[in-house]
């Protein structure tokens, strides 16, 4: 079985500044994925950023980063340049073969603050 | 530019009732599957197909039945619908491609009386 664990159930930063959200997942699988996912109050999904967990190499995408730990099984964002628009809830996501199967923590909600 | 497209996007029953959330692509996603959202707890895996004919289940899913006949389509059927499945509801599709990562569908909110 998978888990992901999202310890962190509200966060704030002021804009502009930078901030980390933090994720440990738990799994047996050799092979995975692992995903951060953005839900605006419109509801929608939205991918932020993914990771290939056989790549060693940090990804980045514009304003966001991952601190990905393979051995410790951490998989944290990092946003910098924080702006109002990624107030939100973001979701750490696991994501395994067959037929791209998805597991997410519970969430962090981020306010960024004027 | 369709994306994924559920219906409806609201719905209330009441218990006992059936229904069919509907769930279809327009990508040639090989994948789909449907999620279940609930305050506090994330996204739950409720069943997902590898392609046409293929489904099988995730972590809840008790009370729901799929099938998926054509690439584009995959529904949700609830038999008899019951207040513990009140829920926002996500279907996704994906490709299996090196990342694969999961475009969503805008939710059916779902309420059971």
């Known amino acids: ?114 | 530019n369709a994306g994924v497209t559920q219906t409806p996007k609201f719905q209330v029953l009441k218990t006992g009732q059936s229904m069919t959330l509907q769930c279809a692509q327009d990508m040639n996603h090989e994948y789909m599957s449907w999620y279940r959202q609930d305050p506090g707890m994330g996204l739950r895996l409720i069943h997902y197909s590898v392609g046409a004919g293929i489904t099988d289940q995730g972590e809840v899913p008790n009370g729901y039945n799929v099938s998926r006949s054509t690439t584009e389509d995959f529904p949700l059927r609830l038999l008899s619908a019951a207040p513990s499945q009140t829920s926002v509801y996500f279907c996704a599709s994906s490709v299996h491609s090196e990342l694969g990562a999961a475009f969503f569908g805008q939710g059916t909110r779902l309420t059971v009386v």
Not at chain 1, 19 to 34: A, G, K, M, P, Q
């Open chain 1, 1 to 114: 079985a998978q888990t992901v664990t999202q310890s962190q159930p509200e966060m704030s930063v002021q804009e502009a500044e930078t901030v980390t959200l933090s994720c440990t997942y738990d799994t047996s699988e050799s092979n995975y994925y692992l995903f951060w996912y953005k839900q605006p109050p419109s509801r929608q999904m939205i991918l932020v950023i993914r990771q290939e967990a056989y790549k060693q190499q940090n990804a980045t995408e514009n304003r966001f980063s991952v601190n990905f730990q393979k051995a410790a099984k951490s998989f944290s964002l990092k946003i910098s340049d924080s702006q109002l628009g990624d107030t939100a809830m973001y979701f750490c996501a696991f994501m395994k073969r067959p037929g791209n199967q998805f597991y997410f923590g519970t969430g962090t909600s981020l306010t960024v603050i004027p």
